[in-house]
């Protein structure tokens, strides 16, 4: 099986998040223009409930399979490995089974009462396969994880992607005569579709590389000799019960988010369709622009966990301190000059991409904490990694809190409305991201150089001056023409700045998988 160093293997993380973004984000522009920002607003309330259930049914368990695979690899315990698999998958699938009957139960009531509108039943019906299907790929990403082959991982998510992204859209296009309720159940079926070919490649990873066949339960326990799987449970759920909470609190304040918003809205006067369509535009727009770059810090989260958690296990904090500030340092550098083409070009870019000029204000007003959010990924697994998920929970409820707070004191106001909640959760995203880096900072005795910060601001300003001009220049009559010379001209000054300041170098673009190379020579 294949072993990557932690920057290689975020490196082919990243890959694979550039690549699934930029699938992933072909049914973002194509959706809205089939089903309409209403029928968005009913695929996108399925999410928050959806995001609730994988929590409760997840949630840790990547995470401790990650942790504990390491750890057991690092002493060769290839048995130890075998009952912790075993034992995840267990827990996993029956917690699974659980809430898909639960969902197919309940999800009228919740659409009906909490949500105020009644069609959303048919997107939870649509999505509860999806809980049994990632209950399981969970299990196994977190086994590679901590195997330090994220190959796997990235290759099941590129297949998932490749195929959510186009059954979701034909499903949508071919159901949408029916009614866009019907059309938005479809799109999240392709959703679920995704998701079982993304588990198939990871099956079929899990069999070309496995160490030992793994087939029935009883062969499995039994082969565990003296390891009792109890034990195993036992330790799964001492790692992933408060990483669960944690997380949980984030996915129950986004589920809470979704309905007090709706709610909000209509006690603000406006109608149940427009607030619907008010909020697919927040939550099925500007939030995935704001995300897009939020691939870097998915792999770079995935990767230092098992990183930390073996430097941690060594009591070596020079590579801890070495691991987390080549995280953050990429998350900076990297993130920074999509959050100013968000910021200077949010009118033309939500205009090319929606063919709607007005969902530009709200991602104008997000584009600041951008940089917050990618921060936000690694300083949270490496608390989690370093056996300090409590601080993370609390963290995320204080700013959870604030939150839901905010968006009934400003969303409920006529003159406020969606742009409240839109305040409400950027103040969120920094107030998380700070209490993050304080709890980092104060654990590990963690700083980062002033320098680099004056640094990435000035490419900033400089390449956010560079797009403006270029953009806003009558050089030719062709809108789409400058916008693109805008962002290119803008890309290649920031890259030529972050090289003279020796922020990035020939080692970081080396690592990238595939085009470092090339990018190299070119440059």
């Known amino acids: 099986m294949g072993k990557q160093s932690f920057i290689h293997g975020a490196m082919i993380l990243l890959a694979a998040g550039i690549i699934n973004r930029m699938l992933g984000f072909v049914p973002r522009i194509v959706l809205p223009r089939i089903i309409g920002a209403e029928g968005v607003g009913l695929y996108q309330m399925g999410y928050p409930l959806l995001i609730v259930l994988l929590t409760l049914i997840t949630g840790g368990i990547p995470l401790a399979v990650a942790k504990l695979v390491a750890e057991a690899e690092s002493r060769k315990d290839e048995q130890r490995i075998r009952v912790v698999l075993s034992a995840a998958l267990l827990i996993s699938t029956g917690l699974s089974f659980l809430f898909f009957v639960g969902i197919l139960l309940s999800g009228e009531w919740i659409a009906t009462h909490l949500f105020t509108d009644r069609r959303v039943h048919y997107t939870f019906i649509a999505m509860s396969p999806i809980l049994i299907l990632v209950a399981l790929s969970s299990v196994y990403r977190g086994y590679f994880q901590g195997r330090h082959n994220m190959i796997p991982t990235a290759s099941s998510q590129i297949a998932e992607t490749l195929v959510r992204t186009v059954t979701a859209l034909l499903l949508a296009y071919w159901l949408l005569p029916y009614g866009i309720h019907i059309a938005a159940a479809g799109a999240m079926s392709g959703v679920m579709l995704g998701e079982f070919f993304g588990l198939l490649v990871l099956l079929l990873h899990f069999k070309i590389h496995k160490t030992k066949e793994l087939t029935e339960w009883s062969e499995r326990f039994r082969t565990a000799g003296a390891i009792k799987p109890r034990s195993a449970i036992r330790q799964l759920l001492d790692i992933s019960v408060p990483v669960t909470g944690s997380k949980l609190v984030g996915s129950g304040s986004y589920f809470l988010e979704s309905i007090m918003i709706i709610q909000s809205l209509a006690a603000a006067g406006i109608a149940t369709a427009v607030a619907t369509a008010q909020y697919g535009a927040l939550q099925g727009m500007v939030i995935p622009i704001l995300l897009l770059p939020n691939a870097l810090t998915y792999s770079l989260a995935i990767s230092l966990i098992p990183s930390l958690s073996e430097a941690a296990a060594r009591k070596d904090f020079r590579t801890i301190h070495k691991r987390l500030h080549q995280s953050l340092r990429l998350a900076l550098v990297t993130g920074a000059p999509f959050a100013v083409i968000m910021f200077v070009l949010a009118d033309p870019l939500c205009y090319f991409l929606y063919h709607d000029n007005e969902v530009g204000g709200m ?89 680099d910060f004056g640094k ?45 300041f020796k922020l990035i170098d020939k080692f970081d673009l080396l690592r990238i998988p595939w085009i470092g190379k090339l990018i190299f020579k070119w440059l």
């Open 456 to 500: 990435v601001g000035l490419g900033m300003l400089l390449m956010g001056a560079a797009c403006y001009m270029i953009m806003h220049s009558p050089w030719t009559s062709q809108s789409f023409v400058r916008f693109a010379a805008s962002c290119s001209g803008g890309l290649l000054l920031y890259l030529f700045l972050m090289m003279r």
């Open 363 to 451: 991602l104008k007003m997000m584009a600041p904490v951008a940089l917050f959010i990618y921060f936000q990924g690694p300083l949270q697994a490496a608390l989690q990694a370093l056996d300090r998920p409590g601080t993370a929970l609390l963290n995320t409820f204080v700013g959870a809190s604030i939150k839901l707070v905010l968006i009934v004191l400003l969303a409920t106001k006529p003159q406020f409305g969606i742009i409240g909640a839109v305040f409400a959760i950027s103040m969120n995203i920094v107030l998380v991201t700070l209490l993050h880096w304080n709890s980092v900072s104060r654990l590990l005795n963690f700083s980062m150089r002033t320098s």
